[in-house]
């Protein structure tokens, strides 16, 4: 559905994707696996709807259903450290600056599929601030749609799954996030056909206040 403007959520953690969500690195996403496409004989177009959300690992199992794991990880690595040198492009989602100032001292966490080194450099050239609780793709076993990074991040700050409100802009993500037991905000073009239980064309219309007992009143719209 599309957020109203008096549409009110409360939780008591927000837990923030990083691509998509707070960082627009389509430009390098698309670059990067396009070539990985074009190396593996793949439909980009088909490939790119894959690979949003996921580790990319993940996403070249789905994508090379034959092909053993463990070349899925060393090729991982590969383009791991592509779109880690690689920042041309990358900025902020609109309105992420604004709405990560307005979390501090609020119980929130970034969950990301990047790893540390890649989440550490997108997050630097959009200009915006790592949160101090961090989700990546060092801290889990399963990458997203399966729902342990929202999971350890509830847990890491002592909340109740049901309490915590994702923001979220891919498939993977939200589905994640739903089978996490937790409301999902979709942000951006993406989202709003997966389900979230609202959606918001990005970060500019988000308002966030504290509450008395820990509860952080959500504005979207």
Same mark, same amino acid.
């Given at each position: 559905?599309?957020?109203?403007?008096?549409?009110?959520?409360?939780?008591?953690?927000?837990?923030?994707?990083?691509?998509?969500? &707070? #960082?627009? =690195?389509?430009? %390098?996403?698309?670059?990067?696996? +396009?070539?990985? /496409?074009? !190396?593996?004989? @793949?439909?980009?177009?088909?490939?790119?709807?894959?690979?949003?959300?996921?580790?990319?690992?993940?996403?070249?199992?789905?994508?090379?259903?034959?092909?053993?794991?463990?070349?899925?990880?060393?090729?991982?690595?590969?383009?791991?450290?592509?779109?880690?040198?690689?920042?041309?492009?990358?900025?902020?989602?609109?309105?992420?600056?604004?709405?990560?100032?307005?979390?501090?001292?609020?119980?929130?966490? &970034? #969950?990301? =599929?990047?790893? %540390?080194?890649?989440?550490?450099? +997108?997050?630097? /050239?959009? !200009?915006?601030? @790592?949160?101090?609780?961090?989700?990546?793709?060092?801290?889990?076993?399963?990458?997203?749609?399966?729902?342990?990074?929202?999971?350890?991040?509830?847990?890491?700050?002592?909340?109740?799954?049901?309490?915590?409100?994702?923001?979220?802009?891919?498939?993977?993500?939200?589905?994640?996030?739903?089978?996490?037991?937790?409301?999902?905000?979709?942000?951006?073009?993406?989202?709003?056909?997966?389900?979230?239980?609202?959606?918001?064309?990005?970060?500019?219309?988000?308002?966030?206040?504290?509450?008395?007992?820990?509860?952080?009143?959500?504005?979207?719209?």
């Amino acid at each position: 559905m599309t957020a109203h403007p008096t549409t009110v959520l409360t939780a008591r953690a927000l837990l923030l994707d990083m691509d998509g969500t &707070l #960082v627009n =690195s389509d430009a %390098v996403v698309e670059r990067c696996w +396009r070539r990985w /496409a074009d !190396g593996h004989g @793949l439909d980009f177009d088909e490939v790119i709807k894959i690979v949003h959300g996921r580790q990319g690992y993940a996403s070249m199992a789905l994508l090379l259903p034959d092909r053993p794991m463990e070349e899925n990880y060393a090729d991982n690595a590969r383009v791991l450290a592509e779109e880690t040198a690689d920042v041309e492009g990358v900025v902020e989602i609109a309105g992420a600056g604004d709405f990560l100032a307005s979390l501090a001292g609020l119980a929130h966490a &970034l #969950v990301t =599929s990047a790893d %540390v080194a890649l989440s550490t450099a +997108r997050m630097a /050239a959009a !200009g915006l601030p @790592l949160p101090p609780v961090r989700i990546t793709a060092e801290s889990v076993g399963a990458s997203k749609p399966d729902p342990e990074g929202f999971l350890k991040a509830a847990a890491e700050l002592g909340v109740d799954p049901a309490d915590c409100l994702v923001f979220e802009d891919s498939e993977a993500g939200i589905l994640a996030g739903r089978s996490a037991g937790m409301r999902v905000v979709g942000v951006g073009p993406r989202a709003a056909q997966y389900g979230p239980t609202v959606h918001v064309a990005d970060l500019s219309g988000v308002r966030v206040e504290g509450g008395a007992d820990r509860v952080v009143r959500v504005r979207v719209g």
